[in-house]
């Protein structure tokens, strides 16, 4: 049994090749369900992400509360830019090649019919166009890692701003405090010898 050769892949032997055999021949396809279920996977996460971007991002009119991040450019900018990747061809293919469209919301949606018909022509094309050099999960990680990082990212550097805030105010509260304290009790000692 070979399990290292190829990556995923089990190889079992259970009987030696003699001489005269006929020639051991290896077929490697594509698993279609398993594909499908993974850019299915892939276009429920895309989906979810953008309905949460949504939610933060509403302006609130028409009556609907108003999200934490409305008018917010970081996030907006987040928005466009996973957007604009979805639609710019990588490795010389589309999304719309493979059956993916985006509704009218810009929800992602799969046509079985079309995606199966790609496959069937060119498999390679979908792993070229996520996983390639200039591949979409490249690209999105390189963006997302602009909000994520724990070192210079976007969310990094919010947080540290605000808690910088946080810390001033809490200074200011305390001198207000101090300077209410000193007051009152003057007065309170003014009120006291006026008595």
Do not use: W
């Not at 021949?25 to 971007?53: C, H, P, R």
């Not at 061809?89 to 810009?106: H, N, W």
């Not at 390639?132 to 909000?147: A, P, Q, T």
């Amino acid at each position: 049994t070979f399990s290292n050769l190829i990556q995923g892949v089990t190889l079992e032997f259970n009987q030696a090749h003699k001489a005269g055999d006929a020639a051991l021949k290896i077929n490697v396809g594509t698993d279609d369900t398993a594909t499908k279920e993974k850019m299915q996977a892939f276009l429920d996460a895309y989906n979810t992400l953008s309905s949460a971007l949504g939610e933060l991002t509403k302006s609130g009119s028409g009556g609907t509360d108003r999200g934490a991040f409305a008018g917010d450019s970081g996030i907006m900018s987040l928005e466009r830019q996973l957007n604009s990747m979805i639609r710019t061809p990588c490795g010389g293919k589309q999304l719309t090649d493979f059956g993916i469209t985006a509704d009218r919301d810009g929800k992602l949606k799969l046509d079985s019919d079309k995606f199966n018909t790609a496959m069937k022509e060119n498999p390679g094309s979908l792993t070229d166009m996520f996983n390639g050099n200039d591949g979409l999960i490249k690209g999105m990680d390189k963006v997302l890692d602009g909000y994520l990082s724990s070192t210079r990212g976007e969310l990094k550097m919010r947080q540290e701003t605000i808690d910088r805030k946080e810390s001033q105010l809490s200074d200011r509260e305390a001198q207000i405090e101090t300077r209410y304290d000193t007051s009152y009790n003057r007065y309170l000692k003014q009120f006291s010898h006026l008595q």
